[in-house]
DNA sequence: AATGAATGAGCGTTCATTCAT
DNA sequence: CATGAATGAACGCTCATTCAT
């Protein structure tokens, strides 16, 4: 890896932990250059705005979690257990020291309802995340007809959503737990 | 009531409505009183600060809504139909115009995690949505215990909740759809 | 004149000697409000940019000249001595400790052509002087047939123009007499 | 011509571009090196600053003007019409399609005060100029005392001055015509 | 009770220039 | 001889809040 990308990567972590922790209208880019202990300018040859770094950070952040997610779920046995390994994957996840709910969701409180740019990159990101919910489902419920597998796949999507959510709101587990309990009445009940 | 009450209910709109439509932190001091038509020291003799502001906001907003579903829940037939109506509910919600998502979620999201008061506020009106979500299982579900009654709860509320944010973000009622679908198996179910 | 006014004239007065000492872009909003003893808030509840600003540098300075240069061109007597005038004009007004050219032309080369308004303003500027010129023209030539007062009016301006431009940029008294020299030749000749 | 001169010369040419199409202060180093398709390195290899590039523009402008209006001024038979000639290569210059006015009146407007190596440098520009104008009435009314030259030159130079400014502020060729206007006149009256 | 002019701290961004390679 | 990543200082501008009236 070459001194530029060094740099530009050491910036994207830098407001990645910024950002998701205290907002991205609360977080200055000053505090940004601070915390990476480079000069102004040096932030801005790599980026062209702010929010080009807001885009970079929701990249990133998706991009682990889509990487870890489907870590976990592989390390499951086939079969409803990779499905419930969805909504289990958020126990570790919520338990982690820095965690502070979906940054998609956060972000989107935070800019304008003009920002297409943003608002698109955020949406791709729940899509590609609803599309990796589909495939395990496909590949786990390959009995099931097309339709119900959509319609399995978005009710996990939901719960995990809702759980996700949830748990950062009440700052505790039980979200996680209530959903987990709904997806295996819903699996077993039929 | 009175001049002050007036002025400072007319505050409390105009907020509401700007805060709701654009987010808190992108809507200035400058642009409530100017839609108010009002000075901005008045603004100041009414409201202490900005924060204050948005804690009335938040408080208009909740009692509103709580008013509006337990109408459109009472309407329903009592039975697991009050239980459905809490989702259905959100049906002719997302449908309003104004529809933003949900005031409390794209709250947090723009005030610093030392902000008690606002992160309380929220706390206390998604608790009171709770308590209205267990009393309304408490007085359809009389024939569930305590315990089962509770979990209940818990699965609507957090159905409710996905619902809301989802179909917000997707811009699309199918996730309304989705969790009602999933309410009325469970409750068939067992 | 209420206060608003005293402190919005301040700072044109302020920010019009500076940029014409030293050039639009050469001075910073910071020392304008430096030397004007004002905050930044404070100088834009006046003015809503830099731009304003110039703009209303521009008016104040035009404004000045033009009352000014009617009451010089008003205390000669009347006929060719007033058209003279002009360009005598020039010489307590070279004379003076500030001077520093024209402020048209010293702002046109510092705004982008895209500049619509400032353009426009200075174009405006320029054309209520040679509209003065015409008319002083046409008071101290009503022989001459209309078409001839504007030959002649233009050549006054060009005149004008030409030793206000030059004897900054030469630093000296030359240019201007060498127009007088050459609008009495012309006026004598014919 | 090496290469050293060939890149040196190359990155004149394009900062003379973008300095007489957008001004000094409007054009910043990353353009011209773009435009030129250099490394930053490299320019400042050539030039020590932006300051030299200035001097630099000015130059190649002058010496370009210069050779230009004696070829034009040449093509002319001898006498009065040599020195008409003067203003009427003003004609095409101000059709040219990137006419922009004087490069040294824009500049100046773009430089402080104290910067005196460019305004030295516009004023040694400007008193080439003046030469050429001188020679070309002392080879054209040697009849003519020597006073008596050097007064028509400085009259000539201030209408070859007044002309192409105010060509370029109105942006109407109107300005040149009165000047030829003017010139003749005084060529025939005499 | 209501005003609106004034504020200080901070914002995101751009600049000409330098230095290690 | 040429590079491009990095810099510190300054830019124009906006914010929630206060104070004299």
């Not at 970079?56 to 499951?76: T, V």
């Not at 994957?89 to 940054?103: A, H, K, M, S, T």
Request: glycine fraction near 6%.
């Amino acid at each position: 890896m070459n001194v530029k990308s060094e740099t530009r990567h050491k910036i994207i972590r830098t407001a990645s932990d910024l950002f998701y922790e205290k907002g991205y209208n609360l977080i200055g880019i000053n505090e940004i250059i601070e915390e990476s202990g480079i000069a102004k300018a040096t932030l801005y040859s790599h980026f062209r705005s702010k929010e080009e770094l807001l885009l970079a950070y929701l990249d990133e952040k998706d991009q682990e979690l889509l990487k870890n997610i489907r870590a976990f779920c592989s390390s499951k046995s086939t079969g409803d257990a990779q499905l419930i390994a969805v909504l289990e994957f958020l126990i570790p996840f919520f338990e982690q020291e820095d965690f502070n709910g979906c940054w998609c969701i956060r972000s989107i409180a935070e800019v304008p309802r003009e920002n297409v740019k943003v608002r698109t990159k955020i949406k791709s990101n729940k899509q590609a995340f609803r599309q990796f919910v589909l495939e395990l489902v496909q590949s786990n419920k390959p009995e099931l007809g097309e339709s119900q597998q959509q319609q399995l796949s978005n009710q996990l999507y939901l719960l995990y959503e809702g759980a996700l959510m949830e748990s950062h709101l009440q700052g505790a587990a039980w979200p996680i737990e209530t959903s987990i309990g709904l997806l295996k009445d819903k699996l077993q009940g039929k």
